[in-house]
């Protein structure tokens, strides 16, 4: 890693990125500024979210799922895109960036017009049948929970949102859950949980997006997240051993700090408005 004090780091990543298309790889760190909490940023308490293996358990473990995450879709629904979305939005539009990947389900970055996604872990928006594999949309489910469940939003106005898309609740008997429309299976967010893989075509074509990436020519350029799950930072670690410059920018410690890279202690945002301003120059 660059051992250099914030503003060479950032002088350097920012002189880099300039004469360099890249692929991008966002975390958690990448929303805070659209109002949603970050996992492991330097003051995120600890969180534990729900495994797949609990969330299969049966149906006492799926009624705290989704009463909770009711309440946390009520208010992630309404987060929109920061300018840190919006610059990697027109940075893709230039042909700077020619892929980005996502360890976030929020569709911020769709919303923000980015096309090249990968969605790593599904997104929060989308809800599958685990007996049919239906998938229909959230705000469909939304409504019929809040149909089964009136009163539930105006009881619990004051619940601190996570960054999974639920929150800090622990009485959730009583709550209604329906099943799939379609066969009355078990529904579940079409999202990847802790304990579930990643699905293999999302892997492949992330892992092929880095391999296309020149040492000479390319990066990857991380943004906002700690790469504590192997998910996201396998792709830095390939980019690393093909010796392709990594530009990772976040605050606080990240898995790749004893790794060849450029770590700037930045925020997103901010970093990506220099960025953008320094390529339109």
Wanted: glycine share 8%; aromatic share 6%; proline share 6%.
């Amino acid at each position: 890693m660059t051992l250099s004090p914030a503003p060479t780091a950032l002088a350097e990543a920012l002189d880099l990125l300039a004469e360099r298309p890249f692929v991008a790889l966002t975390g958690a760190g990448m929303s805070t500024d659209s109002g949603i909490p970050d996992y492991r940023g330097p003051n995120s308490p600890a969180r534990m979210p729900m495994t797949y293996g609990d969330f299969v358990s049966g149906p006492d473990a799926q009624q705290r799922y989704w009463a909770r995450s009711h309440l946390g879709w009520s208010r992630m629904k309404r987060a929109e895109p920061n300018d840190g979305h919006r610059a990697l939005a027109a940075l893709e539009a230039t042909g700077r960036m020619t892929m980005l990947i996502t360890q976030n389900v929020d569709g911020l970055h769709e919303a923000a017009g980015s096309r090249a996604v990968c969605a790593l872990h599904g997104r929060i928006a989308d809800v599958v049948c685990l007996a049919c594999r239906r998938r229909t949309s959230r705000a469909s489910l939304h409504r019929r929970l809040t149909e089964a469940n009136p009163g539930w939003d105006d009881r619990h106005t004051a619940v601190e949102v996570r960054p999974d898309g639920d929150v800090e609740l622990d009485e959730t008997a009583g709550f209604v859950v329906p099943g799939c429309e379609t066969c009355g299976g078990v529904l579940k967010p079409d999202v990847v949980f802790f304990g579930e893989n990643v699905p293999k075509p999302r892997v492949e074509r992330c892992y092929a997006a880095v391999e296309a990436l020149a040492p000479d020519r390319d990066a990857l350029l991380v943004l906002g997240s700690s790469l504590t799950v192997m998910s996201g930072f396998r792709f830095v670690r390939h980019a690393v051993r093909r010796a392709v410059p990594v530009v990772v920018v976040t605050r606080g410690p990240t898995r790749a700090d004893d790794l060849d890279i450029v770590k700037v202690q930045h925020g997103t945002t901010q970093f990506l408005r220099e960025l953008s301003e320094r390529v339109a120059v």
